[in-house]
Structure formats: C-alpha cells, structure tokens
C-alpha cells in the first residue's frame, strides 16, 4: 500500500466518519443540540474538503496509485452513507432518499468493480450526471446536518430541496450507467 499526502488525506476522511457520528452520541447537557449540530457540520465539511484536496494533490503532486482510485470513492461513499443514517435518525431526511442514495452507492460500486474485473471498467466511468450528484449530495448533508438558520438562511428547507434534487440525479445517473453497461452485461451473461 503506497502512503502519501493525499491517501493519508482519505485515511483521515475515513477515520472521521465515527467522530462526526458519536458527536450525536453526546448527551445534550454535555453538548446542546445547535453546538452539536454545528460541530458535526464543521467536522462533515473538513472531511468534504480533503476529499477534494486529495485528489487534486495526488494529481499536482503525480502520486496517483490505484489503490488511492480504489479507497477515496469507498470514503466518499462511507462519509455520505454514515451521514445519511445519522440524518434519518433525526428525522431530516426521508428514508426512501436514503435508501435511495445508498442503493445506488452500493449498485453502482458492484457494476464497476465488476466491470472492472472483466476489463470494461470505462463504460462506467465518471459522467459529469455523477459528478452532479455528489456535488447536490454534498451541499446538502451540511445544511441538513446544521438545522438551523445561517444569516436568514433556513439550511434545513434549502438541505431538504437539496437531497431531493440529488436523489432524482441519483437515479439518473445510476440509470445512466446500468445503460452504458448493458451491453457488456449482455454479452457476459
């Protein structure tokens, strides 16, 4: 296993998701609900940011590996899945968003690893539905993490309209690959 900035940054990115969740854990004499929820935000948005970092150092700094390809989609996808059940918890999300999202993490996870396997991995590469998604994803766990209002802004109504929009890009895109990959699976059928 190659070790460098940026696999170390998806290490910390992983090694976050059990902070970010047994914050909710703190009994609210301890920790109120506004100082929890903005510090499950602020732990949530780091953990956001060195997604985005790892990939960029890993390509200004040429340390790309395939075992970092391999390891930052299964944080990301481990990041939003913990932060949706926390989420459903709380009641600020719907469980079929949830399901949804993470159905489609986990379908789309198989198709490519398989795919991958029988050496057609570029018919599910990253489409920019895709990229979408996660960036819908991604702007919403935050607000609906934080609940509240920010500058008048009510980050739970805008989280909600969020999730909503990523849940029907979650959709399409899972289709949209399942539709590239068709052929492939015919044949191999």
């Known amino acids: 296993m190659p070790l ?14 059990p902070l970010v969740v047994s914050v909710y854990y703190v009994p609210e004499h301890v920790l109120p609900t506004a ?3 903005a510090v499950a935000t602020g732990m ?7 997604d985005w970092l790892d990939g960029w150092l890993a ?4 340390q790309t590996s395939s075992f970092g390809a391999f390891l930052d989609p299964v944080a990301d ?7 949706l059940l926390v989420l459903l918890n709380l009641g600020r999300v719907d469980a079929m968003i949830a399901l949804v999202i993470i159905g489609r993490e986990i379908t789309i996870s198989a198709l490519r690893e398989w795919m991958a ?7 599910v590469a990253v489409h920019w539905l895709g990229k979408f998604k996660t960036a819908a994803q ?6 609906l993490l934080y609940g509240g209002r920010v ?21 399409w895109s899972m289709m949209y690959y399942l539709q590239r990959a068709w052929p492939v699976i015919r044949r191999s059928a």
């Open 4 to 17: 460098n900035l940026p696999i170390i940054l998806t290490w910390v990115r992983i090694a976050m998701i």
């Open 59 to 62: 390509r200004r700094l040429n």
């Open 35 to 37: 100082v929890r929820d």
């Open 138 to 143: 991604m702007t919403a766990i935050p607000c």
């Open 44 to 50: 949530f948005i780091f953990a956001a940011l060195t």
């Open 151 to 171: 500058a008048g802004i009510d980050t739970l109504w805008w989280g909600s309209r969020l999730i909503e929009i990523a849940a029907v890009l979650t959709v």
């Open 117 to 123: 396997k029988i050496g057609a991995s570029t018919s």
């Open 77 to 83: 996808k481990l990041m939003v899945s913990a932060a």
